[in-house]
């Protein structure tokens, strides 16, 4: 379940990175595109799989990523490209918000092996 998560989420970084690369005619179908993709990716699903069960802890640092990904997505809905100081800086919390859920995932799986 803890991996489902974290790759629905990377699958939606990617799609939408890729959506905002595309050249689109107007910035209003660049962002409902941006939107879709994060929609259909299932992050929005794995994550709620996930907080069903998790503990508080887990809630929180998932939610962490979650919740930084959603910025990322309304950054780039908003126009910023990939390029963009803007995206960058959002995608740098992205990544230390992820890396710091699955320290706290990686801590979970070893106390249910103990």
């Known amino acids: 379940m803890y991996v489902d998560c974290l790759v629905a989420l990377r699958r939606a970084h990617e799609a939408m990175r ?21 929609q259909a990716s299932g992050c929005d699903e794995a994550r709620e799989r996930l907080v069903l069960t998790a503990t508080a802890d887990i809630t929180e640092a998932i ?7 959603r910025d990322i997505r309304e950054a780039l809905a908003s126009g910023c490209t990939i390029a963009s100081e ?3 800086a959002a995608r740098q ?8 859920a ?7 799986l070893a106390a249910l092996e103990a």
């Open 86 to 88: 803007e995206y960058q």
């Open 18 to 38: 890729l959506v905002a690369d595309e050249n689109h005619t107007d910035p209003q179908t660049r962002a409902a595109k941006i939107r879709q993709v994060f």
């Open 102 to 108: 699955r320290v706290v995932l990686r801590a979970d």
């Open 63 to 69: 939610d962490g990523s979650y919740h930084s990904l």
């Open 93 to 100: 919390i992205h990544g230390d918000a992820t890396r710091a």
